[in-house]
């Protein structure tokens, strides 16, 4: 027997991880390293809520808010690379 009012978790098919593992990767490879290396310290900050964003992501993953979990990937990549 069933419960009325139970939240029935999403299925996960490995889709968020692939986004939190690529989105970390390209704020680190193409935003961070690279600012590090040309010590181009204007881009820093950026690049730091770049990667803010994606561990928001992690923490709205963990919390079961997927629309916040996409928004924040996305954030982090459209600001890496640049818009």
């Known amino acids: 027997m069933e419960l009325p009012n139970t939240v029935q978790p999403t299925p996960n098919y490995g889709y968020e991880l692939i986004a939190f593992t690529t989105a970390l990767l390209l704020v680190v490879f193409m935003g961070l390293i690279p600012t590090l290396v040309e010590a181009n310290l204007k881009q820093l ?39």
């Open 45 to 83: 900050p950026f690049c730091l809520i770049g990667l803010a964003f994606v561990f928001g992501a992690l923490l709205a993953y963990q919390h079961q808010h997927h629309g916040r979990f996409w928004a924040f990937i996305v954030a982090a990549v459209l600001m890496v690379l640049g818009f």
